[in-house]
């Protein structure tokens, strides 16, 4: 079984500051992680994933993440927050072994994030 | 170039009604995948096709829940007897290959289904 906690409903910063998006997870096998970000009125759009290649993994609008096998966690980082990245961010686990859902993705609750002027 | 679209946008059903949610991937993408997303919760699996094949609908959550996509391309999922708890956004995502986790699923805007 696989699941994904995010554990921030909500983060709000300043335009200009830091951004990071915390995600553990929980995969009884090699896990795929993802971030997926949904603006208001549009589709999710894909940041980034990992599938065991390099453990830093650097997405688009100069996002990255981290997979840290022995904290479980997937935490999105951006160095400099702009007003456009104000949006609900999901961070997303499959299972290669899972046999459910057949690659279907395990979504968190999400995080919103509120970009101050 | 054009991404996965789906319609209607927004649909208003009287509780019992049945309704239908169109979805139209990619061109040429083998895998199709529907999801439900209800309000401050992230998507939840449906059902997943491979072209026509429905490989998996472990996620539906009742058996007024039904999908097809029998060209393997369009695929419309419809519930009958529509509830209030089944009021949520429903979206469809397409990947180029079957194995999905191998390939990015791009996503469509979704359906907002209301269920007075």
């Known amino acids: 079984a696989q699941s994904v906690t995010q554990l921030d409903s909500h983060v709000s910063v300043s335009e200009g500051t830091p951004v990071l998006l915390r995600c553990n997870y929980s995969?009884?096998?090699?896990?795929?992680l993802f971030w997926y970000v949904q603006h208001p009125n549009k589709g999710l759009q894909l940041l980034l994933k990992?599938?065991?290649?390099?453990?830093l993994v650097k997405g688009i609008n100069g996002f990255e993440a981290e997979f840290k096998k022995s904290e479980t966690s997937f935490h999105l980082t951006k160095p400099s927050a702009h007003m456009s990245d104000a949006a609900e961010y999901f961070c997303?686990?499959?299972?290669?072994?899972?046999?459910?859902?057949?690659?279907?993705?395990?979504f968190g609750k999400g995080t919103h994030l509120i970009i101050q002027p | 170039g054009a991404g996965v679209s789906q319609s209607p946008r927004y649909k208003v059903a009287k509780r019992g009604q049945d309704v239908a949610l169109r979805c139209d991937p990619i061109?040429?993408?083998?895998?199709l995948f529907w999801y439900q997303q209800a309000l401050g919760q992230g998507p939840e699996f449906l059902t997943y096709?491979?072209?026509?094949?429905?490989?998996?609908k472990s996620g539906l959550p009742s058996d007024r829940f039904f999908a097809e996509r029998p060209e393997g391309s369009v695929s419309t999922l419809k519930i009958q007897r529509t509830q209030q708890e089944d009021s949520a956004v429903y979206l469809c995502?397409?990947?180029?290959?079957?194995?999905?986790?191998?390939?990015?699923?791009?996503f469509g805007p979704g359906t907002r289904l209301t269920v007075l």
């Open positions: 990992y599938t065991s290649a390099a453990t």
């Open positions: 096709f491979q072209n026509e094949a429905q490989l998996d």
């Open positions: 995502a397409s990947s180029l290959s079957g194995t999905g986790f191998y390939n990015e699923q791009f």
């Open positions: 061109s040429g993408h083998v895998s």
């Open positions: 995969s009884s096998y090699s896990p795929s």
């Open positions: 997303v686990v499959t299972d290669m072994y899972s046999g459910g859902g057949a690659d279907g993705l395990t």
